[in-house]
């Protein structure tokens, strides 16, 4: 692991601070940072060994349509999209709190209810739910926003309660949560999908909210196909995720859940391909966008140029 850390990092201008995430690689410069999605994917809170092709442009061409779709709602730290896989923005101070808003009974949500308790983070939900239903109403259940290891799942008297973020300010990222899904709810209806859970994370510049990381995202939602939705929940068909649920569940299949003793499962090529086009698929699918594959070369030299280009509107 940490022969591939040192081989990712790039040698930029002017970089203040390397942080290595999950699937990004972060560059900071004074008020303004990189971030370079890569082909790695985690599930379950751990770094897959096998990268996916293409994944990382997948992403990041895909969160830049969102936040430009969404900039009349919260302002958010994209500026600009130096190469097919990186982007440049803000330097915001992370909330370290991740507000995750779900409309649909699925995923995590459904695992927890499953498991016989009726209470997340703080909110109730009712008796006899099934897979897949439609909520009451969306709820926002947040976790916390781990620098390393697991998030956790926290509810909203203990965020208001402790030191992570004033009330102020977390009130603000819950209006602002609301009317982001609600968007994307519009935006997944164009397509043909339901948005059915989603996260967004929030960060502090010059002591404003700004929107950060990506949204809509495969990585970052889940959605359903529109049509046949009632009558898959009718017959108690499950319906088909459009996220990467199917890497978790393979991970399952083959003994991964990310409890402590277990060993990754070593993906074949065959699979890897498949998550490859099934991500490129998620983004024509979502967006309504045609994927156009760039073979990133020469990375770094772009971004150094692209670096010395804009070093003097670093303000």
Do not use: T
């Given at each position: 692991m940490s022969v591939e850390k040192e081989k990712s990092r790039m040698d930029l201008p002017n970089m203040t601070h390397f942080y290595r995430g999950k699937v990004r690689d972060v560059y900071t410069f004074e008020n303004r940072m990189l971030l370079v999605a890569s082909d790695r994917i985690s599930a379950f809170d751990y770094i897959l060994p096998e990268p996916i092709p293409y994944k990382g442009q997948v992403l990041n061409q895909m969160a830049a349509y969102f936040l430009n779709n969404a900039k009349d709602i919260v302002p958010n730290w994209l500026l600009e999209i130096?190469?097919?896989?990186?982007?440049?923005?803000?330097?915001?101070?992370?909330?370290?709190?991740?507000?995750?808003?779900?409309g649909y009974l699925a995923?995590?949500?459904?695992?927890?209810?499953?498991?016989?308790?009726?209470?997340?983070?703080?909110?109730?939900?009712?008796?006899g739910l099934s897979e897949g239903d439609k909520l009451p109403f969306p709820i926002i259940t947040p976790t916390t926003k781990a620098d390393e290891g697991h998030d956790a799942d926290i509810s909203r008297e203990e965020i208001l309660a402790s030191s992570l973020v004033s009330e102020k300010v977390y009130e603000q990222m819950e209006v602002y949560t609301h009317a982001l899904f609600e968007r994307g709810t519009v935006l997944a209806a164009k397509q043909g999908l339901i948005l059915v859970d989603t996260k967004y994370e929030f960060g502090l510049y010059e002591g404003k909210i700004y929107l950060i990381d990506e949204i809509h995202t495969p990585d970052s939602s889940r959605y359903f196909l529109a049509d046949g939705y009632e009558e898959r929940q009718i017959q108690g068909i499950r319906q088909t995720q459009l996220s990467k649920e199917f890497v978790r569940e393979w991970l399952m299949a083959n003994g991964f859940q990310g409890k402590e003793g277990q060993t990754i499962p070593e993906m074949p090529d065959s699979f890897v391909n498949e998550v490859s086009e099934r991500y490129i698929q998620l983004f024509e699918k979502i967006t309504g966008l045609t994927f156009i594959k760039a073979p990133v070369e020469n990375l770094e030299q772009t971004l150094t140029d692209f670096l010395h280009r804009n070093s003097s509107g670093h303000s």
């Open positions: 130096p190469a097919p896989n990186a982007a440049y923005g803000l330097a915001c101070e992370p909330v370290k709190v991740e507000m995750v808003i779900r995923g995590h949500s459904w695992r927890v209810y499953a498991s016989g308790l009726r209470n997340l983070c703080g909110v109730n939900l009712p008796d």
